[in-house]
């Protein structure tokens, strides 16, 4: 008699068939980048239309042929320390350069896959650098401020606008303030020198005495 339903079924996982599990396993893309493997589904690959990645393995046809290894894998003759930020990026779109790694390495491989949008931003990153360099190195403007004992909590605990506390310095001498002894001190503090910082004078507080304020630059 006709083979019943059970009998009929291709063998394979459990309730999937051959067409649904060769669907599935046609979503992983397998690339072997200068002998290191990575995996990763065609639609990310696929994200800049127009780059190597997608004319490889999104696109049918003998526009760009590639050779595969013995697992199947896509063979691409590249830097696979260079390939992470490139595939990182296709998943979500944004730009991580590990320290050990040069921004002018990545520029390299984003121009070689031709994903223009990551040349772009690794430009900008190489020329903000570039910008940061060419202003040398941060300066400081430091501040020598004499004050009462009492003032001490209430002046660093107010100071803003890029102001760091640097050292505290007694300088041994005290003085009546009321009914009460106030020892002095001389609080050094300091803060980056910018054009738009130069020239700006701290204010600890309402009552702190500024007696002396010498200003320099290292």
Same mark, same amino acid.
């Given at each position: 008699?006709?083979?019943?339903?059970?009998?009929?079924?291709?063998?394979? +996982?459990?309730?999937?068939?051959?067409? +649904?599990?060769? +669907?599935?396993?046609?979503?992983? !893309?397998?690339?072997?980048?200068?002998?290191?493997?990575?995996?990763?589904?065609? *639609?990310?690959?696929?994200?800049?239309?127009?780059?190597?990645?997608?004319?490889?393995?999104?696109?049918?046809?003998?526009?760009?042929?590639?050779?595969?290894?013995?697992?199947?894998?896509?063979?691409?003759?590249?830097?696979?320390?260079?390939?992470?930020?490139?595939?990182?990026?296709?998943?979500?779109?944004?730009?991580?350069?590990?320290? %050990?790694?040069?921004? %002018?390495?990545?520029?390299?491989?984003?121009?070689?896959?031709?994903?223009?949008?990551? !040349?772009?931003?690794?430009?900008?990153?190489?020329?903000?650098?570039?910008?940061?360099?060419?202003?040398?190195? !941060?300066?400081?403007?430091?501040?020598?401020?004499?004050?009462?004992? %009492?003032?001490?909590?209430?002046?660093?605990?107010?100071?803003?606008?890029?102001?760091?506390?640097?050292?505290?310095?007694?300088?041994?001498?005290?003085?009546?303030?009321?009914? %009460?002894? *106030?020892?002095?001190?001389?609080?050094? !503090?300091?803060?980056?020198?910018?054009?738009?910082?130069?020239?700006?004078?701290?204010?600890?507080?309402?009552?702190?005495?500024?007696?002396?304020?010498?200003?320099?630059?290292?």
């Amino acid at each position: 008699g006709p083979p019943s339903p059970r009998a009929a079924a291709a063998p394979g +996982a459990p309730g999937v068939s051959p067409p +649904a599990a060769a +669907a599935a396993a046609s979503k992983w !893309v397998r690339l072997n980048v200068g002998g290191t493997y990575f995996v990763s589904t065609r *639609q990310t690959l696929c994200r800049e239309p127009k780059s190597f990645l997608c004319r490889l393995c999104c696109q049918d046809g003998p526009e760009l042929g590639s050779d595969k290894d013995e697992t199947g894998a896509y063979l691409i003759d590249r830097d696979p320390t260079y390939f992470g930020p490139i595939l990182n990026y296709l998943r979500h779109g944004k730009l991580i350069i590990n320290k %050990e790694l040069a921004e %002018e390495g990545v520029l390299e491989e984003a121009e070689f896959y031709n994903i223009a949008s990551l !040349v772009r931003l690794v430009k900008e990153r190489i020329r903000d650098n570039e910008n940061r360099t060419s202003q040398g190195p !941060v300066k400081h403007v430091y501040r020598v401020l004499q004050c009462q004992e %009492e003032e001490l909590t209430q002046m660093v605990s107010t100071m803003s606008d890029g102001w760091k506390f640097e050292q505290l310095i007694s300088i041994g001498s005290s003085y009546n303030y009321g009914n %009460e002894d *106030q020892a002095e001190f001389l609080c050094v !503090v300091s803060r980056e020198l910018n054009n738009s910082t130069n020239g700006i004078v701290i204010e600890p507080s309402e009552k702190a005495k500024v007696r002396n304020q010498l200003g320099y630059i290292d």
